[in-house]
């Protein structure tokens, strides 16, 4: 038998429990992975409380759309992998009945990726999604080109610190969005040229003050809603936005500034193509052999106190990704 979270009722934290559920055989072409850790994202918490932008089916609920661990079975006819291979979880689109908050998964070999080597097990829970969403919406999406001036909402999250780092590696010019001043410090340090505090500031003015009179080439929006305005005022006339996150469950006008590019992006348009999934990969891997990418961890839970860390995220006070060890 294997452990797995679930939760019968949408609410808070309290309402996830361990269960003992059977280990699941992989079919053709189908690996199982023996989960050493995974990380909190957003949509976990979204789908837990009922708020989540898609349907998720109670009772016996499940979590988790990332996670790292080892290749425990493989199926027949799946080639590529061995048993004992480390691996990075690259998509798993049915985590309401089939998440990454357990002992063990079983998914289609293509998606999962090698592990990073120089990662440690709890970097490597905690990397795809942020890296894989930052990547996809800013390169893959909006042509991220250096020398572009990107505006990053939401910077001090996950996604929003690995598009800064993404954002270096290529050579574009990182400007972090933060609602609060005391992160100033902590975001300058995380890879942001320019960082602008919300609570104090004027958006469009403090954009327009960063890049000498003009407006940012590229905004990545991880929040939505009325604020979404502000991100679009702050781009140059022909500049590119691309709506990434959904924190505000406010109603996001709608956008009236052309010129502008406005995207809407999901990561599972990418993570589930193999193709892209491949120069994702690449990059993840020059990234961190160079030490240009590194997740930042804020904290380490186990999974017998997954609620706690679920209250953690819910505080919105963490700095980087919160990660639970199996």
Same mark, same amino acid.
């Given at each position: ?16 429990? @361990? ?63 061995? @048993? ?34 120089? &990662? ?31 505006? @990053? ?21 990182? @400007? ?55 991100? &679009? ?7 590119? &936005? ?36 491949? +120069? ?31 209250? +953690? ?14």
């Amino acid at each position: 038998m294997s452990r797995a979270v679930v939760f019968d009722e949408f609410g808070g934290p309290d309402v996830m429990h @361990i269960v003992e559920a059977p280990v699941v055989e992989p079919s053709k072409g189908e690996v199982r992975v023996r989960i050493e850790a995974f990380a909190v994202n957003p949509l976990d918490q979204m789908m837990r409380s009922g708020s989540s932008p898609g349907p998720v089916a109670l009772p016996h609920a499940r979590l988790g759309v990332e996670g790292t661990g080892v290749v425990d079975a493989l199926g027949p006819a799946t080639s590529g992998l061995e @048993i004992g291979d480390p691996v990075i979880l690259a998509a798993v689109p049915d985590a309401g009945s089939n998440g990454s908050y357990a002992d063990h998964i079983t998914l289609p070999a293509a998606q999962v990726i090698a592990r990073p080597a120089g &990662l440690a097990v709890t970097e490597a829970a905690a990397i795809w999604v942020a890296y894989s969403t930052a990547y996809g919406a800013l390169v893959e999406k909006a042509g991220m080109r250096p020398g572009d001036h990107v505006l @990053i909402s939401a910077a001090s999250g996950g996604v929003g610190r690995a598009a800064m780092q993404i954002a270096r590696q290529i050579g574009a010019v990182p @400007i972090a969005l933060t609602r609060h001043s005391e992160k100033k410090d902590d975001l300058l340090a995380a890879g942001a040229a320019a960082v602008i505090a919300t609570d104090h500031m004027d958006v469009v003015e403090a954009v327009r003050h960063c890049i000498g009179g003009r407006g940012a080439d590229i905004a990545l929006d991880m929040v939505m809603g009325p604020g979404q305005q502000q991100l &679009l005022q702050a781009l140059r006339p022909d500049g590119t &936005l691309v709506a990434a996150g959904f924190l505000d469950p406010r109603p996001t006008p709608f956008p009236r500034s052309a010129p502008l590019t406005v995207f809407s992006y999901r990561s599972f348009e990418h993570t589930l193509d193999t193709a892209v999934v491949k +120069r994702m990969a690449a990059f993840l891997n020059a990234g961190v052999r160079l030490g240009a990418l590194r997740p930042a961890i804020d904290k380490v839970f186990t999974l017998d106190t997954v609620v706690e860390a679920h209250r +953690r995220l819910e505080k919105g006070l963490h700095a980087g990704k919160i990660v639970v060890t199996v």
